[in-house]
Structure formats: structure tokens, C-alpha cells
């Protein structure tokens, strides 16, 4: 970076960016355990609470791969302090919202806020550090990034419990007002990258929130309304593809697009935006599924579900600084390679998961899920973004965390089908060989029936006790073969996108062994 910007410390600008960053990935994962609460004090029904989260998650994919184009637009520097100063004016307003409408609408111009966030950060970052030290800023960006989801259920739960829902919300102002004021005197717009008059592309902007609007929709709420049995999910369907269809058309004719869909045609921008894609698939998918398995089969409550969960969110932040290292020698297309086969191994580890398993069997493999995803975020970000110019930084950061997002909404959204769909499939299977006329089942049934009689039912009750058991023991059971055919899937995953590393280009000033 020129000018200014030369004459401040570069770990001063990574704190600066992080600050904000880190605010915004808690605020992603901190209202999910508070939903309850604001249900209770808003009056509101479970299907309509969800949109807390759903309304967020939609306006920050529509802001991400626009931030490149606001930020020249604007100029980066005002961009970014408008964002942060938005997201905490936003987040007091969250706070006090005094209906559900209201809080829904706060929570969207949040989102819009926070979307651009961490893109804009990552672009700073990766022009801040030289090329051979991207690897090591992308790790201690990834050490944030990893950090917010580790401590936002955790931080949002002991904070609802012990004060009050709203002030997961008010936490955010000191924050916001420290990270302004960082941002103020450390961040500086490089030569290049000044303010430019530009044609707005409002076709692009329209269609743009449009089309990633209803897709997220879409998937959210998919399972729901039962997919494409339902009008309302065929409606917004039909408006995703038209939208992104005219979308495409628009943005590759257009002197400035909102976003640079030209980008696409470098092999190894792509292929490392479609390797994100199904990690994110791959991590979303997986994160979602382990607490469920726990609170709904194995009888954890919520605390205990996090316990299993936070060792692999520190495994990853253990990880990152080593791989930050290595990468800076050696070519860090190997290091994604060991971490995807790392993460399948740790998924068929999960596909083991028996409802006897004790506390630890469930947190090695997430363990080892932990240090897989930090062998693939650092030097597979630092890897597609090498190849990018730093005049197209800013939007080839959001499109590359725009795949991430949509990749962990696919995967949310197929695991919640998925597990309905096996639940009801492993339950007909099992059901046929739970009849009267098998020995072990009248066994059973009979050991069931004398055990209610002993606690002083009558035989008739006693009978219909049993049965009850029985038909549970079989729920729960298709229940985890359902998870273990989910995790199987996504350890495939994992290993069908190896073959793509191979089109990555190699990073410069590494002196280790070709890829090729």
C-alpha cells in the first residue's frame, strides 16, 4: 500500500480491521441462543422468530459481493466507517425495538451493515502484508473469524440468562465507537484506489438484491413449507433463477458492474470459489447437525452441546498461526489437500456415533474437524486471492465470502431435509422388523410389559407402556442412522473437490516442491 498508509504499523491496521470483523461474526451466531427469550417478551410464534436470523443472513449475502463497488464508489476508508457506524446505531436500535416487525426490520439494515464488514477487512488485509506474508495475515484474520462463532452462542446465552436479550444487541456500541475511532486514524485509501465518478448500475443493485434476496429465502425456509409443495417456496424460486439469469446477462455488459463477474475467468479464482462453496456446505452442514444429534438423542441441554463443540472451534484457532507459518514456505495448495482429507476422515469418524457414545467420542472428531478447518480457510483464502489484482481486491473478497454464505446455507438446508427424509426412510425400515411375530420383539415386549407391572400399572396399560418404549427406541435409532448417513455424505464431499486443487494456480515467492 502507498502513501500514508506505508508509515503505519501493519499490525495496527490488523487490529483495526479485526475489531469490526469480529463484532459482526458474533453477531451472527449470538441471537440464535436468545430466540426463546425474544419470542416470550415480543409475542411472537417460533415460524416468525426465525426471521431474526433469516432477515440478517439475507441483506448481508445481497451486500457481499457489492462491497467492492461501494468501496470505490465511496472510497474505502468512508465506506468502512459508515458500515461500522451503521452496524452499532443499528444494534441500539435491535436492542430497543418494541416489536417483532421493528427488531426484523434493525436486524436487516444490520446485516446490510455487517455484510461488508469482512470483506472489506480481508481486502485491507491482503494489501497491507507483502505476498510471502499473506499466509500469516490470513491466519490471524482467520484466528477472528474463527474466534466470533466459538464465543457468540456462549457469550449471547450467559448474557440473555444474566441480564436480558436486548443487550446481546447493546453490547455492541463501545465496540462500534472504539472500532470508528481505530479506523479513523490507521486505515487509509491506497492511490488506486480513490473515488471514482462512475455510472451507477442500478439494473445490477436491483437484481442483485433481488435474486440473492429470495434464494436465501429459499433455503431457509425450504424445509419448512415442505420445498416445492409449496407456492410460496416455488414463487421465490422462479425469481432467484430469472433474477440471477438477467443478472448475468446485465453485469457482463455493463462498463461498471456491481459486481465483476469477469473475474470468473481466471481457472483458479473459480475453483478456489467452488472449493469454498462446499466447505462451507461442508462446515455449516456439520456444525448444525452435531448439537441436534446431541440435544434431541442423547439428551444434552444446550450448554452441554456447546461443551462438545467449542474444543474444535480452539483446535482451529490452534491451528491457524502454525498453518500461517508453513504456508509462508511452502505451497499451501498441499496443506488444503491434508486438511480436506483430515475433514472427511473426521466425518466418517462422526458416521460412528452410536447413541451409547460417551462425551469425549463426540468431541475428538470434532477435534479433528477443528484442525482440518484450519488447514483450509488460511491457505486456500491466500491462494484464490493471490492471482487477484488489488484494484479488484474489495470485490473478489466478497464474492469469495458471498460462496462461503450461500455454500452454508445450501448445506443448513439440505442436512435439515436430508435428516426428515432419512429419519422417515431408517423408521420403515426398522418398523418391518419390529413385529409380533418376532422372538426377540415379544421378548422385549414382555420384559418391558413386567417391568410397568412392577412399578404398579395395570396389564393393560402396562402393554400400551411397552409399546410406547419400543416404537421410541426405534424412533431414535433411525434418528442416528439418519445422522450417521448425513455425516457420511459430507465426508464425500470433502473428498469430491480434491480433484480442483489441482487447477489452483501456484502462489508466487514460495521456494517449496510444484503441486503439479
Same mark, same amino acid.
Given at each position: 500500500?502507498?502513501?500514508?498508509?506505508?508509515?503505519?504499523?501493519?499490525?495496527?491496521? +490488523?487490529?483495526?480491521?479485526?475489531?469490526?470483523?469480529?463484532?459482526?461474526?458474533?453477531?451472527?451466531?449470538?441471537?440464535?441462543?436468545?430466540?426463546?427469550?425474544?419470542?416470550?417478551?415480543?409475542?411472537?410464534?417460533?415460524?416468525?422468530?426465525?426471521?431474526?436470523? +433469516?432477515?440478517?443472513? /439475507?441483506?448481508?449475502?445481497?451486500?457481499?459481493?457489492?462491497?467492492?463497488?461501494?468501496?470505490?464508489?465511496?472510497?474505502?476508508?468512508?465506506?468502512?466507517?459508515?458500515?461500522?457506524?451503521?452496524?452499532?446505531?443499528?444494534?441500539?436500535?435491535?436492542?430497543?425495538?418494541?416489536?417483532?416487525?421493528?427488531?426484523?426490520?434493525?436486524?436487516?439494515?444490520?446485516?446490510?451493515?455487517?455484510?461488508?464488514?469482512?470483506?472489506?477487512?480481508?481486502?485491507?488485509?491482503?494489501? +497491507?502484508?507483502?505476498?510471502?506474508?499473506?499466509?500469516?495475515?490470513?491466519?490471524?484474520?482467520?484466528?477472528?473469524?474463527?474466534?466470533?462463532?466459538?464465543?457468540?452462542?456462549?457469550?449471547?446465552?450467559?448474557?440473555?440468562?444474566?441480564?436480558?436479550?436486548?443487550?446481546?444487541?447493546?453490547?455492541?456500541? &463501545?465496540?462500534?465507537?472504539?472500532?470508528?475511532?481505530?479506523?479513523?486514524?490507521?486505515?487509509?485509501?491506497?492511490?488506486?484506489?480513490?473515488?471514482?465518478?462512475?455510472?451507477?448500475?442500478?439494473?445490477?443493485?436491483?437484481?442483485?438484491?433481488?435474486?440473492?434476496?429470495?434464494?436465501?429465502?429459499?433455503?431457509?425456509?425450504?424445509?419448512?413449507?415442505?420445498?416445492?409443495?409449496?407456492?410460496?417456496?416455488?414463487?421465490?424460486?422462479?425469481?432467484?433463477?430469472?433474477?440471477?439469469?438477467?443478472?448475468?446477462?446485465?453485469?457482463?455488459?455493463?462498463?461498471?458492474?456491481?459486481?465483476?463477474?469477469?473475474?470468473?475467468?481466471?481457472?483458479?479464482?473459480?475453483?478456489?470459489?467452488?472449493?469454498?462453496?462446499?466447505?462451507?456446505?461442508?462446515?455449516?452442514?456439520?456444525?448444525?447437525?452435531?448439537?441436534?444429534?446431541?440435544?434431541?438423542?442423547?439428551?444434552?441441554?444446550?450448554?452441554?452441546?456447546?461443551?462438545?463443540?467449542? &474444543?474444535?472451534?480452539?483446535?482451529?484457532?490452534?491451528?491457524?498461526?502454525?498453518?500461517?507459518?508453513?504456508?509462508?514456505?511452502?505451497?499451501?495448495?498441499?496443506?488444503?489437500?491434508?486438511?480436506?482429507?483430515?475433514?472427511?476422515?473426521?466425518?466418517?469418524?462422526?458416521?460412528?456415533?452410536?447413541?451409547?457414545?460417551?462425551?469425549?467420542?463426540?468431541?475428538?472428531?470434532?477435534?479433528?474437524?477443528?484442525?482440518?478447518?484450519?488447514?483450509?480457510?488460511?491457505?486456500?483464502?491466500?491462494?484464490?486471492?493471490?492471482?487477484?489484482?488489488?484494484?479488484?481486491?474489495?470485490?473478489?473478497?466478497?464474492?469469495?465470502?458471498?460462496?462461503?454464505?450461500?455454500?452454508?446455507?445450501?448445506?443448513?438446508?439440505?442436512?435439515?431435509?436430508?435428516?426428515?427424509?432419512?429419519?422417515?426412510?431408517?423408521?420403515?425400515?426398522?418398523?418391518?422388523? /419390529?413385529?409380533?411375530?418376532?422372538?426377540?420383539?415379544?421378548?422385549?415386549?414382555?420384559?418391558?410389559?413386567?417391568?410397568?407391572?412392577?412399578?404398579?400399572?395395570?396389564?393393560?396399560?402396562?402393554?400400551?407402556?411397552?409399546?410406547?418404549?419400543?416404537?421410541?427406541?426405534?424412533?431414535?435409532?433411525?434418528?442416528?442412522?439418519?445422522?450417521?448417513?448425513?455425516?457420511?455424505?459430507?465426508?464425500?464431499?470433502?473428498?469430491?473437490? /480434491? &480433484?480442483?486443487?489441482?487447477?489452483?494456480?501456484?502462489?508466487?515467492?514460495?521456494?517449496?516442491?510444484?503441486?503439479?
Amino acid at each position: 500500500m502507498e502513501d500514508k498508509t506505508r508509515n503505519i504499523n501493519k499490525w495496527l491496521i +490488523t487490529l483495526t480491521v479485526m475489531i469490526p470483523t469480529f463484532m459482526e461474526i458474533v453477531d451472527t451466531s449470538v441471537a440464535n441462543v436468545a430466540l426463546p427469550h425474544m419470542q416470550g417478551s415480543l409475542n411472537a410464534g417460533t415460524d416468525e422468530i426465525t426471521w431474526v436470523l +433469516t432477515s440478517y443472513l /439475507v441483506s448481508n449475502a445481497v451486500v457481499l459481493p457489492m462491497t467492492g463497488w461501494f468501496a470505490r464508489l465511496f472510497g474505502r476508508k468512508n465506506f468502512l466507517i459508515t458500515c461500522i457506524i451503521l452496524f452499532t446505531i443499528s444494534s441500539f436500535l435491535c436492542g430497543a425495538a418494541p416489536t417483532l416487525g421493528a427488531l426484523i426490520f434493525f436486524r436487516v439494515v444490520q446485516g446490510a451493515a455487517g455484510g461488508a464488514l469482512i470483506p472489506i477487512s480481508q481486502a485491507i488485509l491482503m494489501e +497491507t502484508f507483502p505476498p510471502w506474508q499473506q499466509g500469516m495475515a490470513m491466519a490471524i484474520f482467520g484466528v477472528g473469524a474463527m474466534f466470533g462463532p466459538i464465543i457468540g452462542p456462549t457469550l449471547g446465552g450467559w448474557i440473555t440468562d444474566n441480564m436480558n436479550w436486548r443487550w446481546i444487541f447493546y453490547i455492541n456500541i &463501545p465496540v462500534g465507537i472504539f472500532a470508528v475511532i481505530m479506523a479513523k486514524f490507521f486505515i487509509f485509501d491506497p492511490s488506486y484506489l480513490k473515488r471514482v465518478k462512475m455510472r451507477i448500475d442500478y439494473w445490477g443493485l436491483a437484481l442483485l438484491t433481488i435474486g440473492l434476496g429470495s434464494l436465501q429465502v429459499v433455503l431457509d425456509k425450504g424445509q419448512q413449507e415442505d420445498w416445492f409443495n409449496s407456492s410460496f417456496i416455488i414463487a421465490f424460486a422462479v425469481i432467484t433463477v430469472l433474477a440471477l439469469l438477467i443478472l448475468l446477462f446485465v453485469e457482463l455488459t455493463h462498463p461498471h458492474p456491481i459486481v465483476n463477474l469477469r473475474l470468473f475467468k481466471d481457472i483458479s479464482f473459480s475453483s478456489g470459489n467452488f472449493i469454498m462453496f462446499i466447505v462451507g456446505f461442508c462446515l455449516y452442514g456439520s456444525i448444525v447437525m452435531i448439537p441436534l444429534f446431541l440435544q434431541t438423542l442423547m439428551g444434552y441441554n444446550a450448554t452441554m452441546a456447546g461443551m462438545v463443540l467449542a &474444543p474444535g472451534g480452539v483446535a482451529t484457532l490452534i491451528a491457524m498461526p502454525f498453518v500461517g507459518a508453513v504456508i509462508q514456505r511452502y505451497d499451501g495448495r498441499w496443506v488444503v489437500l491434508a486438511g480436506l482429507i483430515i475433514g472427511a476422515y473426521s466425518m466418517f469418524l462422526m458416521q460412528g456415533f452410536t447413541l451409547e457414545a460417551s462425551y469425549w467420542a463426540f468431541v475428538w472428531p470434532r477435534i479433528i474437524l477443528g484442525v482440518a478447518l484450519g488447514m483450509i480457510f488460511v491457505p486456500l483464502t491466500t491462494v484464490t486471492l493471490s492471482t487477484i489484482t488489488k484494484v479488484e481486491m474489495g470485490n473478489a473478497t466478497g464474492i469469495f465470502n458471498l460462496l462461503r454464505n450461500i455454500g452454508g446455507s445450501v448445506g443448513i438446508a439440505t442436512a435439515a431435509t436430508l435428516l426428515s427424509r432419512y429419519s422417515q426412510f431408517y423408521q420403515n425400515n426398522l418398523a418391518g422388523h /419390529v413385529n409380533p411375530y418376532n422372538p426377540v420383539t415379544q421378548l422385549r415386549l414382555a420384559e418391558l410389559q413386567q417391568a410397568a407391572i412392577a412399578r404398579g400399572l395395570d396389564p393393560v396399560t402396562a402393554k400400551e407402556a411397552a409399546l410406547a418404549v419400543l416404537y421410541g427406541t426405534v424412533q431414535k435409532q433411525a434418528g442416528m442412522l439418519a445422522y450417521n448417513h448425513i455425516f457420511w455424505i459430507i465426508g464425500i464431499a470433502f473428498l469430491v473437490i /480434491v &480433484p480442483f486443487l489441482f487447477l489452483l494456480k501456484k502462489p508466487k515467492d514460495h521456494s517449496s516442491t510444484s503441486f503439479h
